[in-house]
């Protein structure tokens, strides 16, 4: 997969280029981090800032959180049933969210490209498209790992204020309960992986070529870094993780919206307990 990635969205770059794609990934990398800080080697004076991460996610997380809890609250949902099928219904929330996330990450990096071509002397502009296509593929996954969560947790609850909250502190939790566990061993765990965050953020390095990267804790008086080789373990089981995170929550808010109140699947569960009661 890392032979894959490398060469497409990295290449043989001239210097410009290489600083437009720095710039590029380095700016959509501060939408994704969250308490702890993963660079590449290259990076001499990593430098930590939650701020665009926390706007961000509050943003989504105030267009997102009452799509489906404010449809519940009002009895809005049975509606909707009568004109469209729960699975339509479904998939517009999410494209409601997707394109709202579009609009606040993709548009303006796409600018960013723009900016960065006129303001770099001597970028060659057909190299530096792999660049764009990367971070543009990147921030998609971000949104739909983001859109999914933000979704599930408002199928959960008929109050915007109590998804609201509880969807920023998961984001919140998920980071510092997994970076706390591994500061004991100081070593790469799998455990780590449980935060969305750093299997996004460990991703983007993928996308970009990267073959190791340095994962700081800087939560603890005493700090620790460790090398991962994104070549072996700490690279191939971001997909896996990934994955399994994209389709819990499909799951989640399928079973939420759909599958609840579909009668013949309700049946079917039904059926399924009492033969295996």
């Given at each position: 997969m890392m032979i894959f990635f490398g060469p497409f969205f990295s290449g043989q770059m001239s210097d410009p280029n290489s600083v437009l794609e720095t710039h590029l990934w380095g700016t959509i990398r501060n939408f994704v981090?969250?308490?702890?800080?993963?660079?590449?080697?290259?990076?001499?004076?990593p430098t930590f800032d939650t701020g665009y991460s926390i706007l961000f996610l509050i943003g989504m997380i105030l267009m997102g959180a009452g799509l489906i809890s404010d449809d519940r609250k009002n009895l809005m949902d049975d509606i909707y049933d009568s004109k469209v099928t729960r699975n339509v219904y479904l998939l517009g929330k999410f494209g409601s969210l997707f394109l709202f996330g579009n609009l606040l990450l993709v548009i303006p990096t796409i600018i960013?490209?723009?900016l960065l071509i006129i303001g770099i002397e001597g970028v060659d502009i057909i190299s530096a498209i792999p660049a764009?296509?990367?971070?543009?593929?990147?921030?998609?996954?971000?949104l739909i790992c983001l859109g999914l969560v933000i979704l599930s947790f408002s199928s959960l609850f008929t109050n915007?204020?109590?998804?609201?909250?509880?969807?920023?502190?998961?984001?919140?939790?998920?980071t510092s309960v997994f970076t706390g566990l591994i500061a004991n061993n100081q070593?790469?765990?799998?455990?780590?992986?449980?935060?969305?965050?750093?299997?996004?953020t460990i991703l983007s390095f993928l996308l970009q070529g990267e073959r190791t990267v340095i994962y700081y804790n800087i939560q603890d008086d005493s700090p620790f870094q460790i090398t991962l080789d994104?070549?072996?373990?700490?690279?191939?089981?971001?997909?896996?993780?990934l994955l399994?995170?994209?389709?819990?929550?499909?799951?989640?808010?399928f079973y939420r919206?759909?599958?609840?109140?579909?009668?013949?699947?309700?049946?079917?569960?039904q059926f399924i307990r009492r033969i295996t009661s």
């Amino acid at each position: 997969m890392m032979i894959f990635f490398g060469p497409f969205f990295s290449g043989q770059m001239s210097d410009p280029n290489s600083v437009l794609e720095t710039h590029l990934w380095g700016t959509i990398r501060n939408f994704v981090r969250f308490q702890v800080l993963i660079t590449s080697p290259d990076d001499t004076d990593p430098t930590f800032d939650t701020g665009y991460s926390i706007l961000f996610l509050i943003g989504m997380i105030l267009m997102g959180a009452g799509l489906i809890s404010d449809d519940r609250k009002n009895l809005m949902d049975d509606i909707y049933d009568s004109k469209v099928t729960r699975n339509v219904y479904l998939l517009g929330k999410f494209g409601s969210l997707f394109l709202f996330g579009n609009l606040l990450l993709v548009i303006p990096t796409i600018i960013e490209w723009g900016l960065l071509i006129i303001g770099i002397e001597g970028v060659d502009i057909i190299s530096a498209i792999p660049a764009l296509i990367g971070v543009i593929l990147f921030s998609e996954i971000v949104l739909i790992c983001l859109g999914l969560v933000i979704l599930s947790f408002s199928s959960l609850f008929t109050n915007r204020i109590y998804s609201s909250i509880l969807v920023f502190g998961y984001f919140l939790a998920i980071t510092s309960v997994f970076t706390g566990l591994i500061a004991n061993n100081q070593s790469f765990t799998p455990i780590m992986y449980l935060d969305l965050f750093t299997v996004l953020t460990i991703l983007s390095f993928l996308l970009q070529g990267e073959r190791t990267v340095i994962y700081y804790n800087i939560q603890d008086d005493s700090p620790f870094q460790i090398t991962l080789d994104l070549t072996k373990d700490p690279g191939i089981l971001v997909f896996p993780f990934l994955l399994i995170f994209i389709l819990l929550n499909c799951f989640l808010c399928f079973y939420r919206i759909v599958w609840k109140y579909n009668s013949p699947h309700s049946y079917l569960w039904q059926f399924i307990r009492r033969i295996t009661s």
